[in-house]
């Protein structure tokens, strides 16, 4: 059986790349030449925000006293998951030194970067998870210093939930601030903070290309666009399960594609006829954003086989991969390329997106193909080192010299005859040893 599409996308609308692009590099461009009062200047018109950029100990305080502690309680359950995660990946990196030749010792060194600034959306939703995995993965990797921004509520300041993630997770430093001025504010170390190496965390479109015109400057995590999620399910999957899982994830956003890839056509069309009843169901604005997700971005795929299935699924590399089928083990093994992967209906995205422990901060756009999501890895540098006494020296520069002439570059070749005991740099007495 052919590989059968009986829903498919629309055709995306002109890019408004460019036009994001102009306005996100003239902002950066006046916040580098302005400085603190331009980003003052944009958190008022664009945040409404006139109150103090940095939050305070005291209103650091006041804030987490505000938070019930039965949601403190929740909160505290998906950091501890989340630190836990990132403790055992860390303790997969290990560093080491090995005697390449005799007399020749090279290694490896982890060493966090210095200064890390993290993002935590706050616009339609306040994402209280992200704020957990971003900066309690930095702390673990550890980061000396974390500065995070929010978008703040206008009179309000940054909801009192995300702040009390904030402080759990470990941030140094709290910022009122969101947007492009959020980003600029971080990479330039202003208002107390620590010029950050590296900049994470996901953000609407403009926050998105402001890390990407950044980088170079400093480190991101990802170029990072609409959050999309896959299901793949048989037979033995249930239609109002995974509905809901498709209609959960089309929530995060009208541009947030999601994608069904059965080999069940009865589950497909039971699926089909479900999804915008369950939409209706979520209350707005949500409802709009996932009914236009469905209709605009949604796919639904029938395959023959379980195979063909899996070679949909990876070449669709999505962010987030679920599987509601039998013999999880099978697609365990076979699947090889996504985000992360939640095998079983006893599992779901929502788990991974708030409190389960692995980071939900992943590829999107097919970059799964290539790249895993964040970790303790993206804020440690591996960088090596090499010592070598004079015998391995020698050797080495007489095949350092040798190859440095084939290849046209003298200095490399009279750089490396140095560390002879030979007189003559030029290699002359060496050439055809």
């Known amino acids: 059986m052919a590989v059968t599409y009986l829903k498919t996308a629309q055709p995306r609308p002109a890019a408004e790349g460019n036009d994001i692009r102009g306005i996100v590099a003239k902002m950066l461009g006046t916040i580098a030449e302005g400085g603190e009062n331009a980003v003052r200047d944009y958190a008022e018109r664009l945040d409404g925000w006139t109150g103090e950029i940095v939050l305070s100990p005291e209103a650091r305080a006041a804030a987490i006293a505000r938070v019930p502690e039965d949601l403190k309680a929740d909160i505290q359950f998906a950091y501890d998951n989340i630190r836990r995660f990132a403790e055992?990946?860390?303790?997969?990196?290990?560093?080491?030194?090995?005697?390449?030749?005799?007399g020749m010792v090279a290694g490896q060194k982890?060493?966090?970067?210095?200064?890390?600034?993290?993002?935590?959306?706050?616009?339609?939703?306040?994402?209280?998870?992200?704020?957990?995995?971003?900066?309690?993965?930095?702390?673990?990797?550890?980061?000396?210093?974390?500065?995070a921004v929010s978008p703040p509520r206008p009179g309000k300041g940054i909801p009192d939930a995300i702040v009390y993630a904030m402080d759990l997770a470990g941030a140094d430093l709290i910022l009122n601030l969101g947007g492009v001025q959020g980003i600029a504010a971080m990479a330039q170390g202003l208002f107390g903070s620590r010029p950050a190496d590296i900049l994470v965390g996901p953000g609407n479109s403009y926050v998105a290309e402001a890390k990407r015109l950044l980088f170079g400057k400093v480190g991101i995590d990802m170029f990072a666009g609409p959050t999309d999620s896959l299901v793949i399910a048989d037979a033995t999957a249930s239609v109002e399960t995974v509905a809901w899982d498709l209609v959960s994830q089309a929530e995060h956003g009208a541009d947030s594609p999601v994608w069904l890839v059965t080999t069940d056509e009865a589950l497909a069309l039971g699926v089909?006829?479900?999804?915008?009843?369950?939409?209706?169901?979520?209350?707005?604005?949500?409802?709009?954003?996932?009914?236009?997700?469905?209709?605009?971005?949604?796919?639904?795929i029938l395959c023959g086989t379980r195979e063909e299935a899996a070679q949909v699924a990876d070449d669709y590399a999505p962010e987030h991969l679920q599987v509601m089928a039998s013999d999880l083990d099978w697609w365990l093994g076979r699947l090889s390329a996504y985000g992360s992967l939640f095998l079983g209906k006893e599992t779901t995205v929502s788990f991974g997106d708030k409190?389960?422990?692995?980071?939900?901060?992943?590829?999107?756009?097919?970059?799964a193909r290539y790249t895993g999501g964040l970790s303790v890895h993206k804020f440690i540098k591996a960088v090596t080192w090499q010592r070598c006494n004079s015998a391995a020296?020698?050797?080495?520069?007489?095949?350092?010299?040798?190859?440095?002439?084939?290849?046209?570059?003298?200095?490399h070749a009279r750089a490396a005859m140095l560390r002879t005991d030979s007189d003559d740099v030029s290699g002359a007495a060496f050439a055809e040893s």
């Open 272 to 300: 089909m006829a479900r999804v915008h009843a369950l939409i209706g169901e979520l209350g707005e604005p949500n409802a709009s954003a996932a009914r236009t997700a469905w209709d605009e971005r949604a796919e639904v």
């Open 355 to 367: 409190v389960s422990g692995p980071n939900h901060v992943l590829p999107t756009s097919g970059a």
């Open 110 to 147: 982890l060493i966090p970067v210095s200064a890390a600034g993290c993002y935590v959306p706050g616009g339609r939703y306040s994402h209280i998870a992200s704020a957990l995995m971003t900066i309690t993965t930095a702390k673990v990797a550890g980061v000396p210093h974390i500065t």
């Open 393 to 411: 020296s020698h050797e080495l520069a007489l095949r350092t010299a040798r190859i440095s002439r084939v290849e046209g570059m003298e200095g």
């Open 88 to 102: 055992a990946q860390k303790a997969t990196l290990n560093e080491c030194q090995i005697e390449v030749i005799d």
